[in-house]
């Protein structure tokens, strides 16, 4: 699945370069939304056609939420706690800057 | 378009349960759209001239909340996966979705299986859901960041106009800013979390 990878750069190379002006990317919104449209409806294919996957779509939407909310509250915490460590050392270094860059 | 694309996975759903599973897609087709999908998403994140300016002049100092929302959101997976015990690696590469719900739901498809992209896109959903209702909420009562840090990648697009309506401006630039670096993390962590 290097793939995967591989052809995300290569776009995000392209676009950032901006090797290839052509018509067919200069508009990259009609080729995402229809695509991952068509993806999904694919996905959604796959899921309608196993019944053991409906049958525990309940379970998996469980799972889903409990995964949704404990991301989040990770995220929070961590988010948290690197905004106080960034908001002491800018004014650490505004002290600084006030004692002509000595220390205390 | 939102809803083009929500209800493509319920249309789906109708129409292989209404067939009993005989529709079936060649996997090439599904690559090649995969593919395009990919090329497209890297080349709009990659055109975008305001984009990497806009980064570059942050500094390392907007860097450290992204970095932050990563860690806690995969700490988060970590704690969900030993709770679940559905498997740590699947769980993990479920959460590093980051609420982009149509995209981590295809990835765990292309190499987990239905199950797995059933999982992604509904963790996913619910990360983008939640947070759209949590917002508000937040801004009042507690930290701008935190506004930032529960949306992940949707605070990029969809959970941007809902922020910017709450917290300062310079929290709203935080806010685009590490739903960038997210995004353009999730194609990548995605594979690479699944080991596959």
Known sequence: MVWFILTFIIGLAVGRKKFLPTALLQHPAWIVTPSLALLLFFLGLQIGGQPAILHSIWVLGAEGLFIAVLSMAGSAIAALIAYRMVQRRASASISDSRNGGKPD | ?196
Do not use: C
């Open chain 2, 1 to 196: 378009m939102t809803w083009l694309v929500l209800a493509s996975v319920p249309l789906g759903i109708l129409a292989g349960w209404l067939s009993h599973g005989t529709l079936h897609i060649k996997a090439v087709i599904e690559n090649i759209v995969f593919a395009l999908l990919l090329l497209a998403i890297g080349y709009s994140l990659g055109q975008d001239e305001t984009l990497w300016p806009r980064i570059k002049s942050e500094g390392l100092r907007m860097m450290a909340i992204p970095a932050a929302i990563l860690v806690g959101t995969l700490a988060g997976g970590l704690v969900a996966a030993l709770v679940l015990q559905i498997g740590t690696r699947l769980v993990l590469a479920t959460s590093a979705g980051m609420g982009w719900y149509s995209l981590a739901a295809i990835l765990l498809n292309q190499a987990a299986g239905a199950k797995a992209g059933t999982l992604g896109f509904l963790a996913n959903v619910f990360r983008e859901l939640l947070t759209l209702v949590a917002v508000p909420w937040i801004a009042k009562y507690a930290n701008g960041t935190l506004t930032v840090a529960i949306g992940g990648a949707t605070t990029m697009d969809t959970a941007l106009p809902v922020i910017s309506k709450h917290v300062p401006p310079n929290t709203t630039v935080l806010a685009f800013v590490s739903g960038v670096l997210l995004s353009l993390l999730v194609p990548v962590l995605i594979p690479l979390l699944l080991g596959t």
